[in-house]
């Protein structure tokens, strides 16, 4: 059975930084493109970074790039984002997603069907 497992969100203040880890159980890590997505109240879901496992190669929206980085583990099966100089716009659930793919180009290209997702966490960032 597939799980994924976020931990590490929590209430910052502007300025500050989290690390948010995502294990994944259950499959051949490697094979797949992960993310991370985040929705805020009353907002639609957005994705924030992917990463294909297999080479590293990832993605970052606009809105994070220079301050939240994704990246992973393969050896421990782990998904991590970095996130500094978070903002309180920032504030969301954390959600991490797996989708499989042998193709580097469709996980940077958000061309995945992550069907596979952790329960996500919290992340709370004050001004």
């Known amino acids: 059975q597939v799980r994924l497992v976020e931990s590490g969100g929590g209430s910052v203040q502007a300025g500050g930084s989290l690390r948010l880890s995502c294990v994944v159980f259950?499959?051949?890590?490697?094979?797949?493109?992960m993310g991370w997505f985040r929705q805020a109240p009353g907002k639609e879901r957005e994705g924030v970074a992917r990463?294909?496992?297999?080479?590293?190669?990832?993605f970052h929206t606009d809105s994070v790039k220079g301050r939240i980085t994704i990246s992973r583990d393969n050896a421990k099966n782990t998904l991590y984002l970095q996130m500094n100089s978070l903002k309180p716009e920032d504030t969301a659930i954390y959600y991490c997603?797996?989708?499989?793919?042998?193709?580097?180009?469709?996980?940077?290209?958000?061309?995945?069907?992550?069907?596979?997702w952790g329960q996500g966490t919290q992340v709370t960032v004050s001004s």
């Open positions: 990463v294909y496992a297999r080479d590293g190669t990832s």
């Open positions: 259950g499959y051949a890590y490697s094979d797949y493109c």
């Open positions: 997603a797996a989708g499989r793919t042998t193709e580097s180009w469709r996980c940077l290209s958000g061309r995945v069907d992550f069907g596979y």
